[in-house]
């Protein structure tokens, strides 16, 4: 099974659809298993809870959503107050599925339990964020975004300054950046074996970086 | 019987028969019939934000009759009825011409045998044109046996209400007021600063060995616009829709006085904080006037009106160079030191010096100076110092003169030539004045500048005069070193100016010059010594440290994007805003005075950034010599002091840690818990395979040959080809 999203479209709201892959190419048909509108906007982001039990969305309307993967029902809301103020472009799920990080163009990123949607933490930055991954490894997460290159009137001399901002996950403090990009960055995730990361941006590169012996020894 | 009928007034309603009631005011309206409720006033425009003075009473323009908008006008001739329309017709032309005259809003009653009564009711369709017209008619002279007298018709009904018995006023009991200087008492010695950004207010303490602010209040929707700090830092103002109003305390913030003023703009503080000066511009009741001000002193204790000023913009606006739109604040300039005894406006040829004692003009006249357009005071004296230009079609040259107050005497003199434009600096402790003065080039095509250098507290005010080495040089900006004796300038065209640094000890003489520097803006120290030579706007936040004494740069750094720079009282450190000018990055900045960056506080939409200002110091410069001689006795004290603070703040922080990691930690058990209950149903999903940890999964290799395709092709050996 697969879960989709659908932006809106002419007359079309925005919604969620869960398809079923045959194994057997010939047997695939197009129809949804399951359709689930409601969320205003865009949906930026969707993924399946623990046990495929719960899809779990986050879009434009700034609320993150879980929804039952097999009746369609809306199980849980974030609060509009404590959560996030603007459109949430980044959601990805920790190692083990416990906990998951979105960021909004908020200038926040924030961090949820997945099963009661309870919020655990929030790191704040000073840029819009685009995208977000928790380290497999460590008690990290990293954040990156920029402000998106239509939006700039003036623009930065300082060529390479986007950086891909760490945090301790449980202090929600800063403890580094990684710099490189020239450009916002939209796409972040860490290697299985969380030795390593990468960084995608508007620059149109991607970048692999290998932490060194001093990032496994990081004091906060 | 009713004469109302022929010319029925709005307030009642149409159609109704009207008897006159002897012992009633004059009105011949009965009450009993206008019904006062269904007369709908404005409504409050505030927004739906609450304001502090919901709490209390407001003192609104709308008053209880809710007929604001009429006035009353006596000493009109007594006519016959005959003459009844032209004097109706003559009425309604003086003060059609004022306002907007409701239908059916004139009014004037007439007795049993016709003739007028001698008085008339006018109403407009504004309260504001009925005050206007009230001040423009007021002792119009008719003829020679008729000047109208005219009245609001609320003030009427205020005095009608006054009762017969006077009652003495109440003794309040004395409650002593606040501590209002209790923050000078910090046993840290640091200093505040309050901060504006969206609805926010926050008042901070500036803790740059912690690396992060002290917060010390914080009210949302505090003030409608900005907040100002009065001079000496006792109070912080905040405006609203009423008004102004001040806050203070010894720990908090508390509202000590309002001031009304409704619709107020600007305010301005005296230097000894006695005296409160507001502004208001209103639109004018027709579009061919200027927009109307008013001005009004307040003293700062009791919140009274000390004096109003009203008039048109013109009055009040800066005669000068190519006339200003509007006003230039602030339009009351205050004598040096902290006396508050006197405070003068420009006006056309005169400058008007008004003394606090009686509030009105010193000597009940201004001082007349042909052709003025600029003056300032001494920032320590009562001493003014004017400018006025070139006058007489060239004949007569410009000049700057020092004046005296109150005696009116003219301590200097100087008359300059060929000038364009010209501007005056006064040093801090009115010991020095730069005139800088632009000049015609002898074909006047273009202009070149010159200083004037006044020696103020020197027998006979000697003038020395400074030229640039490039005269051509153009000046970007000029500063005095407060409290010492140098000032710099920074000149040039390139886009990477000249900095020169001057001293006035003996003759003036340049101590330097810093080539090529991206700078544009010049913020020395409150003490002197040390300067930021800062490039803000198209330089984008580049700061240099600058220590004048030794002639060397301490620093360079950059605050990108910042708007302002400023330093705290104590010349210790200095912040760079970026305000909301700019979409991003708004927030600010605090260094130390040699240029090091302490701390950031990124806040979005941020619009002021003002240090608290300080009293000046109540030691004696024998204590301060005393002090630092013995500079390293008290230093080490207070390291020990720091030093113990940082450790309990780490100690804070060490036990803030473990709390959170505790909190994880306990989180953390609670999902394992969930996920060994649900192992079960995980291992069904994934067909059986145990997956939860990497270790489970096996990577396996495996080959997979993919026939694509066979094809056979007979090759031909070519025996005979081969060689």
């Given at each position: 099974m697969v879960v989709i999203t659908t932006d809106p479209f002419m007359e079309q709201q925005s919604a969620i659809h869960v398809k079923r892959i045959e194994s057997d190419r010939s047997l695939q048909s197009s129809e949804d298993v399951l359709t689930i509108t409601g969320p205003q906007g865009r949906i930026n982001r969707a993924m399946w809870g623990p046990l495929n039990k719960t899809i779990i969305s986050a879009g434009e309307d700034a609320t993150i959503r879980i929804w039952d993967a097999e009746t369609g029902k809306l199980l849980k809301e974030s609060d509009p107050e404590t959560g996030h103020q603007k459109v949430i472009t980044a959601m990805a799920k920790s190692a083990d599925g416990s906990h998951f990080i979105t960021g909004s163009h908020d200038k926040s990123a924030k961090l949820w339990d997945i099963r009661t949607l309870q919020m655990l933490k929030t790191y704040t930055t000073e840029r819009p964020v685009n995208a977000a991954a928790i380290s497999p490894l460590l008690d990290h997460v990293v954040i990156g975004g920029g402000q998106e290159a239509s939006q700039v009137t003036m623009t930065s001399t300082r060529a390479g300054k986007f950086e891909a901002k760490f945090f301790h996950k449980i202090f929600e403090e800063e403890i580094g950046g990684v710099k490189g990009h020239f450009g916002p960055i939209n796409a972040l995730v860490f290697n299985p074996d969380g030795r390593s990361f990468s960084s995608g941006g508007e620059d149109g590169y991607v970048r692999v970086h290998f932490f060194d012996s001093d990032y496994y020894h990081i004091k906060v | 019987m009713a004469d109302v009928e022929e010319a029925p007034h709005s307030m009642v309603p149409p159609g109704t028969a009207v008897e006159e009631e002897q012992p009633r005011i004059q009105l011949n309206i009965d009450w009993g019939n206008v019904d006062l409720d269904s007369i709908v006033l404005p409504p409050g425009d505030d927004m739906g934000i609450k304001s502090d003075d919901e709490e209390e009473e407001e003192e609104t323009l709308e008053t209880d009759t809710g007929f604001g908008n009429v006035i009353i006008v006596d000493n009109l001739p007594v006519v016959a009825s005959e003459k009844y329309e032209k004097l109706e017709g003559v009425i309604r032309k003086i003060f059609g011409q004022i306002g907007v005259i409701t239908p059916n809003g004139l009014l004037m009653p007439r007795d049993e045998s016709g003739k007028t009564k001698g008085y008339a009711f006018i109403e407009y369709s504004t309260p504001q044109e009925a005050q206007t017209a009230r001040e423009q008619t007021n002792g119009y002279k008719l003829d020679r046996s008729h000047v109208f007298?005219?009245?609001?018709?609320?003030?009427?009904?205020?005095?009608?209400?006054?009762?017969?018995?006077?009652?003495?006023?109440?003794?309040?009991?004395?409650?002593?007021?606040?501590?209002?200087?209790a923050w000078l008492t910090d046993d840290r010695g640091r200093d505040q600063f309050v901060i504006r950004f969206g609805s926010e207010t926050e008042v901070y303490w500036n803790n740059a060995s912690q690396g992060k602010p002290d917060p010390v209040y914080h009210r949302t929707f505090w003030t409608e616009s900005f907040v100002q700090w009065s001079p000496l830092g006792t109070y912080l103002a905040t405006i609203h829709r009423q008004g102004a109003a001040v806050w203070?305390?010894?720990?908090?913030?508390?509202?000590?006085?309002?001031?009304?003023?409704?619709?107020?703009?600007?305010?301005?503080?005296?230097?000894?904080?006695?005296?409160?000066?507001?502004?208001?511009?209103?639109?004018?009741?027709?579009?061919?006037?200027?927009?109307?001000?008013?001005?009004?002193?307040?003293?700062?204790?009791?919140?009274?009106?000390?004096?109003?000023?009203?008039?048109?913009?013109?009055?009040?606006?800066t005669g000068g160079t190519g006339g200003i739109a509007g006003v230039s604040w602030p339009v009351f300039q205050w004598a040096g030191g902290r006396d508050d005894k006197y405070f003068a406006r420009i006006g056309k040829n005169a400058i008007s010096v008004y003394e606090t004692d009686t509030m009105g003009l010193l000597d009940k006249k201004s001082l007349k100076v042909e052709n003025v357009v600029d003056f300032c005071w001494s920032p320590t004296d009562p001493l003014l110092s004017l400018f006025v230009p070139e006058g007489g079609g060239g004949n007569q040259p410009a000049r700057v003169s020092l004046v005296s107050i109150p005696s009116r005497e003219e301590l200097r003199q100087k008359n300059l030539f060929s000038v364009s434009d010209c501007k005056m600096y006064w040093q801090s402790n009115g010991e020095y004045l730069a005139v800088k003065v632009d000049r015609y080039t002898k074909t006047k095509k273009s202009t070149y500048t010159g200083f004037e250098l006044f020696r103020v507290k020197e027998r006979d005010i000697p003038i020395e005069v400074l030229e640039l080495e490039n005269k051509n040089d153009k000046i970007i900006a000029f500063a005095w070193e407060p409290k010492g004796h140098r000032f710099a300038i920074i000149h040039g065209d390139s886009p990477r100016p000249d900095i020169s640094f001057y001293s006035m000890k003996g003759r003036v003489t340049k101590l330097t010059t810093l080539k090529g520097r991206q700078a544009n803006a010049l913020y020395w120290s409150p003490l002197g010594r040390f300067i930021i030579l800062a490039g803000l706007k198209a330089y984008n936040g580049q700061l240099e440290f600058y220590n004048v004494d030794d002639l060397e740069t301490m620093a360079t750094a950059e605050h990108f994007m910042a708007t302002d720079v400023d330093w705290d009282p104590t010349g210790r450190f200095c912040s760079t805003s970026v305000t909301s000018v700019h979409q991003m990055e708004n927030g600010f900045n605090i260094?130390?005075?040699?240029?090091?960056?302490?701390?950031?506080?990124?806040?979005?939409?941020?619009?002021?950034?003002?240090?608290?200002?300080?009293?000046?110091?109540l030691l004696t410069p024998e204590d301060e010599a005393e002090i630092a001689k013995n500079l390293r006795k008290y230093s080490k004290k207070y390291e020990a002091d720091d030093l113990a603070r940082?450790?309990?703040?780490?100690?804070?922080?060490?036990?803030?840690?473990?709390?959170?990691?505790?909190?994880?930690?306990?989180?953390?058990?609670?999902?394992?818990?969930?996920?060994?209950?649900?192992?079960?149903?995980?291992?069904?999903?994934?067909?059986?395979?145990?997956?939860?940890?990497?270790?489970?999964?096996?990577?396996?290799?495996?080959?997979?040959?993919?026939?694509?395709?066979?094809?056979?092709?007979v090759v031909a050996f070519g025996f005979d080809n081969q060689d």
């Open positions: - | 007298v005219v009245n609001m018709f609320d003030d009427y009904d205020k005095y009608m209400k006054v009762p017969d018995e006077w009652n003495s006023p109440e003794i309040k009991p004395y409650t002593p007021g606040e501590n209002l200087v203070g305390g010894e720990k908090s913030f508390n509202r000590l006085m309002r001031y009304i003023h409704p619709q107020v703009k600007l305010i301005d503080f005296s230097p000894g904080e006695k005296f409160m000066v507001t502004y208001s511009s209103h639109e004018p009741s027709s579009h061919r006037d200027t927009q109307r001000v008013t001005l009004m002193v307040f003293d700062v204790r009791s919140g009274k009106v000390l004096r109003e000023f009203k008039g048109s913009a013109d009055d009040f606006a260094w130390s005075f040699q240029g090091k960056l302490l701390y950031r506080l990124p806040r979005d939409r941020f619009f002021q950034f003002l240090w608290r200002p300080r009293p000046p110091t940082s450790l309990e703040g780490t100690e804070r922080d060490t036990e803030n840690r473990r709390k959170l990691v505790d909190e994880w930690k306990s989180w953390v058990a609670q999902w394992k818990a969930a996920q060994e209950e649900e192992k079960e149903e995980r291992y069904i999903l994934r067909d059986g395979v145990p997956s939860d940890t990497e270790e489970d999964y096996e990577a396996e290799e495996v080959e997979v040959e993919e026939i694509i395709n066979i094809e056979e092709e």
